[in-house]
């Protein structure tokens, strides 16, 4: 069964780009990967989504290598409003339906 | 603007209690779902429904039920609550996997409920 692991925190500083990255074996070629931000007091937010290669969007981009038993979430020159806990989340189809194996979040601190 | 709304923001009960958190959703979703979330262990599910009246346990569904009586409606319920229940619930909401772009989750603000 997938199981995915990420890192528990990270540190940074404003203007860099931070790169998070999940590991998860055993997922198939039509399960996905997609990451939540959350801040305190409130629900996660989606980012991004992708199943291979590169996606991006306005927030950030998602690097899966070919054997897919790791992604990487990449925010770009990050500020202190980035600041919060990141979670990936692997989608994977279980007989008639999906199940959802979720890391245990990654707390970003952005410093000044 | 997807909206997902929880009936409570805090709700602090005894032990022994019946406990109902709502959950409701404006998208028009099919997909519904109520996790926990306690420090360390990240989001744990609870319990899925796909449809009304259709409910699947996810993982943790011990000392839980949910009702989805109406399509933007869905309720968990605590039984009798315990202790070991208090912490952050979250709903969720989305369209059936696959159909959409992307599955994206819905999340409502948390309730956090405390169990004396």
């Known amino acids: 069964l997938a199981k995915t692991t990420q890192p528990i925190s990270m540190d940074s500083y404003e203007g860099q780009e931070v790169n998070i990255t999940c590991s998860h074996n055993?997922?198939?070629?039509?399960?996905?990967i997609t990451w939540y931000q959350q801040f305190p007091s409130q629900g996660p937010r989606f980012i991004i989504q992708?199943?291979?290669?590169?996606v991006t969007n306005e927030v950030a981009s998602l690097f899966i290598p070919a054997d897919r038993k790791s992604s990487t979430l990449s925010l770009p020159r990050v500020s202190l409003s980035d600041t919060a806990v990141y979670y990936c989340?692997?989608?994977?189809?279980?007989?008639?339906?999906?199940?959802?194996?979720w890391g245990l979040g990654t707390s970003l601190a952005v410093n000044p | 603007d997807v909206k997902v709304t929880q009936s409570s923001r805090y709700l602090v009960k005894r032990t022994g209690e019946k406990v109902f958190l709502e959950c409701v959703q404006d998208?028009?979703?099919?997909?519904m779902f109520w996790y926990r979330q306690d420090p360390g262990l990240g989001l744990r599910l609870i319990y899925f429904?796909?449809?009304?009246?259709?409910?699947e346990k996810g993982d943790i569904p011990e000392g839980y039920s949910v009702s989805r009586e109406k399509k933007e409606r869905f309720s968990l319920i605590l039984e009798s609550a315990s202790t070991n229940q208090t912490s952050m619930y979250l709903c969720?909401?989305?369209?059936?996997?696959?159909?959409?772009?992307?599955?994206?989750?819905?999340f409502g603000p948390g309730t956090r409920l405390t169990v004396l």
């Open positions: 969720a909401s989305s369209y059936p996997f696959g159909l959409a772009d992307t599955d994206t989750q819905y």
């Open positions: 055993n997922i198939a070629t039509n399960d996905y």
């Open positions: 998208m028009d979703h099919e997909n």
């Open positions: 429904s796909y449809d009304v009246k259709m409910k």
């Open positions: 989340l692997v989608v994977v189809n279980a007989g008639n339906n999906r199940k959802l194996i």
């Open positions: 992708g199943y291979k290669t590169k």
